[in-house]
């Protein structure tokens, strides 16, 4: 079975300053980790995602994620934050076997607040 | 180009009743996939379809009924509603492949259900 964690149910950062949330995963295979944002009210929109390659993945608006095997850890960073980057995270994994489909397995999200 | 399509937004139904939420893509995207969200708990996967006449179970299938008769649409049915599937509910299509948009999910803006 594939599992996702998300240890921080709330991350606050000031506007500027460097913003990080956390995922862990389980996966049998090898894992294909994805991230998405959810505005309130709204569907969860794709920022980037890891198959293969080069352990940095650099996404949209800004927004980039580490690959660490040996840690199963796949954190997403911004350099900066802004107000509107405030909004609810998730993390996704699936087994990267096509047998496995596209079924992902979401964390249960991190809140995100940037004060001004 | 309208991407995937969930109707109705908001539903209010009694114990009991039975009702379908319709979800359609444009796309031409082979895998479809029901979520459901609820508070604390991330995204979890209600059932999903690797293609036309094609279904399969996800992590919590009980209550819930689908089917995939064109590539194109793919409906939830509650067969008899219970308060525990009060919950947000999302349709996410992708395409299988390569290529930076292979096996990320679009998702829907949502139906919101609530049953009293």
């Known amino acids: 079975a594939q599992s996702v964690a998300q240890p921080e149910d709330q991350v606050n950062v000031a506007e500027g300053n460097p913003l990080t949330v956390k995922c862990t995963y389980s996966?049998?295979?090898?894992?294909?980790l994805f991230w998405y944002v959810q505005y309130p009210n709204r569907g969860l929109q794709f920022l980037l995602k890891?198959?293969?390659?080069?352990?940095l993945v650099k996404g949209s608006y800004g927004f980039e994620a580490e690959f660490n095997k040996s840690q199963t850890s796949f954190h997403l960073k911004k350099p900066s934050a802004l107000v509107s980057d405030s909004a609810l995270y998730f993390c996704?994994?699936?087994?990267?076997?096509?047998?496995?489909?596209?079924?992902?397995?979401f964390g249960g999200g991190t809140r995100v607040l940037v004060k001004p | 180009n309208a991407g995937v399509t969930q109707t109705p937004k908001f539903q209010v139904l009694k114990t009991g009743q039975s009702m379908t939420l319709q979800c359609a893509q444009d796309?031409?995207?082979?895998?479809m996939s029901w979520y459901r969200q609820d508070p604390g708990m991330g995204l979890r996967l209600i059932h999903y379809?690797?293609?036309?006449?094609?279904?399969d179970q996800g992590e919590v299938p009980n209550g819930y009924n689908v089917s995939r008769s064109t590539t194109e649409d793919f409906p939830l049915r509650l067969l008899s509603a219970a308060p525990s599937q009060t919950s947000v509910y999302f349709c996410?299509?992708?395409?299988f492949g390569r290529g930076s948009g292979a096996n990320v999910l679009t998702f829907g803006a949502g139906s919101r259900l609530t049953v009293l």
């Open positions: 996410a299509s992708s395409y």
């Open positions: 996966v049998s295979g090898n894992p294909y």
């Open positions: 890891y198959i293969t390659g080069d352990n």
């Open positions: 996704a994994v699936r087994d990267g076997g096509k047998a496995a489909g596209n079924k992902l397995t």
């Open positions: 796309m031409n995207h082979e895998y």
């Open positions: 379809s690797v293609g036309a006449g094609i279904t």
